[in-house]
């Protein structure tokens, strides 16, 4: 029987608030078997770790520190010499050091799981932390570092358990596909809802996210874009936007003067609702894609991050949305996009697609395994 969870994330203006969200949903799913979840901080909007703790979660903070540039290895420590991750960046100190303040948290909690969703933390931090928790998870995304863990997540669409067999030891279960996909639990609660209001398609309500952040307000040249698509008279825009989104109050201004009436949306609880009612996004390709897709909703996928590629392509392979290319190509692509889906079939068929990838139980599934090995 699990008591205790810990997990080990941050988010930040580079590295969005999608680790973050993703852990939550696992927290508050195993919250409702009476398990004691912690979250483990370092560099998180206060925004983020209050929605943390209003949720009935703890949240332990970290001392912040000046950034580690990615060639400085001189900021690293002797003894963590080795190979440098892509993301290393995300961490404003050294995993020794980031491992050396978890500890001192993590020996007071002995937590029955240690669940870390970090592109920055690899084998280095999971060996140094290992004695201090009953088993070890890893949420990962990228297939590009070892771990020493007991669980691994992949929750992306084509990954295959195959694709970590020379990162995890052979002990290790691997969970991996948008099966496990980690949705709150109104997504799966409204999909059938979704699905069927799909059943006549239509563009009439168009959702634009590009995730809580959006540092470079690709919001923005969505709008301008849209200034020049074809859209149906009675069409409406919705956007959704972080409170701490830096570009607020520049998309705000936008909205005002768009052809179409266009509302700005911020830090909504409703997303799935949203989404159900919604019958085209315009979207970032990361975690948000398995929740458009457990709705059914068809989406034209934007690239805003390098790590994004495989995820778009296996969505537009799969048929499941429409891979627009990076920022720079909106405003060619969109407004073709968009005509395509007003003719013919296409539409439908990106549904039938979409409503295929998952299920949105992901969770469910998960949390039923943390369950499962810890006995």
């Given at each position: 029987m699990i008591e205790r969870v810990a997990f080990r994330v941050d988010a930040s203006v580079n590295i969005g608030i999608?680790?973050?969200?993703?852990?939550?949903?696992?927290?508050?799913?195993?919250?409702?078997?009476?398990?004691?979840?912690?979250?483990?901080?370092?560099?998180?909007?206060?925004?983020?770790?209050?929605l943390i703790a209003d949720k009935g979660h703890r949240v332990h903070v970290l001392p912040t520190a000046p950034a580690v540039s990615p060639q400085d290895s001189s900021s690293i420590a002797p003894e963590e010499q080795g190979p440098q991750l892509a993301h290393c960046q995300w961490l404003s100190v050294s995993q020794q050091q980031?491992?050396?303040?978890?500890?001192?948290?993590?020996?007071?909690?002995?937590?029955?799981?240690?669940?870390?969703?970090?592109?920055?933390?690899?084998?280095?931090?999971?060996?140094a932390i290992r004695p201090l928790c009953g088993k070890l998870m890893a949420i990962d995304d990228l297939a590009d570092r070892a771990h020493c863990c007991d669980l691994l997540l992949d929750q992306n669409l084509g990954r295959q358990a195959a694709d970590y067999s020379a990162w995890v030891l052979p002990h290790c279960e691997v969970l991996a596909g948008s099966k496990y996909a980690l949705l709150r639990v109104d997504f799966a609660q409204l999909r059938n809802y979704s699905i069927e209001?799909?059943?006549?398609?239509?563009?009439?309500?168009?959702?634009?996210?590009?995730?809580?952040?959006?540092?470079?307000?690709?919001?923005?040249?969505?709008?301008?874009?849209?200034?020049?698509?074809?859209?149906?008279?009675d069409c409406r825009i919705w956007t959704v936007m972080g409170a701490t989104a830096p570009w607020l109050d520049s998309v705000r201004a936008q909205c005002a003067g768009m052809p179409v009436p266009t509302e700005v949306l911020v830090n909504i609880s409703d997303?799935?609702?949203?989404?159900?009612?919604?019958?085209?996004?315009?979207?970032?390709?990361?975690?948000?894609?398995?929740?458009?897709?457990?709705?059914?909703?068809?989406?034209?996928?934007?690239?805003?991050?390098?790590?994004?590629?495989?995820?778009?392509?296996?969505?537009?392979?799969?048929?499941?949305?429409?891979?627009?290319?990076?920022?720079?190509?909106?405003?060619?692509?969109?407004p073709v996009a968009l005509a395509k889906l007003q003719q013919g079939?296409?539409?439908?068929?990106?549904?039938?697609?979409?409503?295929?990838?998952?299920?949105?139980?992901?969770?469910?599934?998960?949390?039923?395994?943390l369950e499962q090995l810890a006995k």
């Open positions: 999608g680790h973050v969200m993703r852990c939550l949903t696992l927290a508050d799913a195993l919250s409702q078997s009476a398990v004691e979840s912690h979250f483990i901080c370092r560099g998180t909007p206060e925004s983020l770790t209050t980031d491992a050396s303040d978890s500890a001192a948290i993590l020996r007071q909690l002995q937590p029955d799981w240690l669940i870390v969703d970090h592109y920055a933390l690899d084998v280095r931090w999971e060996q209001r799909r059943s006549a398609p239509r563009l009439r309500q168009l959702l634009i996210s590009m995730g809580g952040v959006d540092k470079d307000n690709v919001t923005g040249q969505v709008l301008d874009a849209l200034k020049n698509c074809t859209l149906p008279e997303m799935a609702q949203r989404m159900a009612d919604s019958d085209l996004a315009i979207g970032a390709a990361g975690g948000t894609s398995w929740e458009r897709c457990c709705m059914g909703l068809p989406t034209l996928t934007v690239v805003i991050a390098e790590n994004q590629w495989p995820g778009a392509h296996a969505l537009a392979n799969a048929g499941a949305g429409e891979l627009l290319g990076t920022v720079e190509q909106i405003a060619e692509r969109l079939s296409a539409l439908a068929q990106m549904i039938e697609a979409a409503s295929g990838v998952t299920d949105g139980c992901g969770v469910r599934y998960v949390a039923g395994k």
